[in-house]
Nanobody, 128 residues
Framework: QVQLAESGGGLVQAGGSLRLSCAAS????????MGWFRQAPGKERDVVAG????????DYKDSVKGRFTISRDNAKNTVTLQMNSLKPEDTGVYYC?????????????????????WGQGTQVTVSS
């Protein structure tokens, strides 16, 4: 079992940047594929970015491609989401999620119900 704790959210003006971090504890971090999800006001939670267990593969929601970057540091048990050129529509609660992946591989996961563990979320607000 792994515990996840997000940090780095806040209020930023449109065009600005934020860096979200997710610290994992309690289990072997390298055994998980990781994802960042977002829940905008009045909307369902959906995936923003994912990274494979290997760290080799990443993928992004179309609306954030070219602006967001997901990365992981297995030595520090962290996954990071660098968000640049932020837009008001990026506003929401951002969640870190972990999926158990028994076999080392390069698959990125997109569906909420594929993930086993979740953090509490961190609020990101982008003002226009």
């Amino acid at each position: 079992q792994v515990q996840l704790a997000e940090s780095g959210g806040g209020l930023v003006q449109a065009g600005g940047s934020l860096r979200l971090s997710c610290a994992a504890s309690g289990s072997t971090f390298s055994a998980y594929a990781m994802g960042w999800f977002r829940q905008a006001p009045g909307k369902e939670r959906d995936v923003v970015a994912g990274i494979s267990r290997s760290g080799i593969s990443t993928d992004y929601k179309d609306s954030v491609k070219g602006r967001f970057t997901i990365s992981r540091d297995n030595a520090k048990n962290t996954v990071t989401l660098q968000m640049n050129s932020l837009k008001p529509e990026d506003t929401g609660v951002y969640y870190c999620a972990a999926k158990v992946v028994p076999i080392f591989g390069n698959t990125v996961y997109y569906r909420e119900n594929e993930y086993n563990y979740w953090g509490q979320g961190t609020q990101v607000t982008v003002s226009s």
